[in-house]
T-cell receptor, first 116, second 113 residues
Framework: DTGVSQDPRHKITKRGQNVTFRCDPI?????LYWYRQTLGQGPEFLTY????????KSRLLSDRFSAERPKGSFSTLEIQRTEQGDSAMYLC??????????????FGPGTRLTVL | DQQVKQNSPSLSVQEGRISILNCDYT??????FLWYKKYPAEGPTFLIS?????DKNEDGRFTVFLNKSAKHLSLHIVPSQPGDSAVYFC????????????FGTGTSLTVIP
């Protein structure tokens, strides 16, 4: 299977703990995105990488959130001092692109985070 | 602020009939629109897209229509099949947002056999 993969698929944690999620994009895709989806809502953009450079960050991405893509391949999203409001599905997507062209984003299955 | 809106949370259609899913947007700068389909426990899957230079794009049973003056797009599925039952999200983007997609809240389609 050469789609976008995410690990873990589910994470339950206690308030105040740190969590880290991993995303492996489709291998030839140079762009990688993180979204958050809560119940009854569509995905909300968090951040975007082109290769290893983080080029955009949403105001939703508070200072407790940090994302990296150190070698331009896989990416990690860390949430420090989790709060109950962080409970959501965290989606990763990847695409091919350069310049200002648009390309569809291919999504992974998501990591469902529950903060108790 | 919700820049992309799907005002119908759910839709039921008989198998073989047409399904029409609607989406409205408020930002006139949007110039690229997509539809995604999502099954439970899976990530969204790309379905079809349209750029603002077109008013229609067709791919098999799926057709997307864009009405820029009304800031409205719709997805037509003909004929509808039970396997089409899923949540459908529309999304939009424009040059100044780079690669950020703005998603609607989704419409849950049920195709009744």
């Amino acid at each position: 299977d050469t789609g976008v993969s995410q690990d873990p698929r589910h994470k339950i944690t206690k308030r105040g703990q740190n969590v880290t999620f991993r995303c492996d994009p489709i291998s030839e895709h140079n762009r990688l995105y993180w979204y958050r989806q809560t119940l009854g809502q569509g995905p909300e953009f968090l951040t975007y990488f082109q290769n290893e450079a983080q080029l955009e960050k949403s105001r939703l991405l508070s200072d407790r959130f940090s994302a990296e893509r150190p070698k331009g391949s896989f990416s990690t999203l860390e949430i420090q001092r989790t709060e109950q409001g962080d409970s959501a599905m965290y989606l990763c997507a990847s695409s091919v692109g350069s310049g200002t062209g648009y390309n569809e984003q291919f999504f992974g299955p998501g990591t469902r985070l529950t903060v108790l | 602020d919700q820049q992309v809106k799907q005002n119908s949370p759910s839709l039921s259609v008989q198998e073989g009939r047409i399904s029409i899913l609607n989406c409205d947007y408020t930002n006139s700068m949007f110039d690229y629109f997509l539809w995604y389909k999502k099954y439970p426990a899976e990530g969204p899957t790309f379905l079809i897209s349209i750029s603002s230079i077109k008013d229609k794009n067709e791919d098999g049973r799926f057709t997307v229509f864009l009405n820029k003056s009304a800031k409205h797009l719709s997805l037509h599925i003909v004929p509808s099949q039970p396997g089409d039952s899923a949540v459908y999200f529309c999304a939009a983007s424009h040059f100044n947002t780079g690669n950020q997609f703005y998603f609607g809240t989704g419409t849950s389609l049920t195709v009744i056999p």
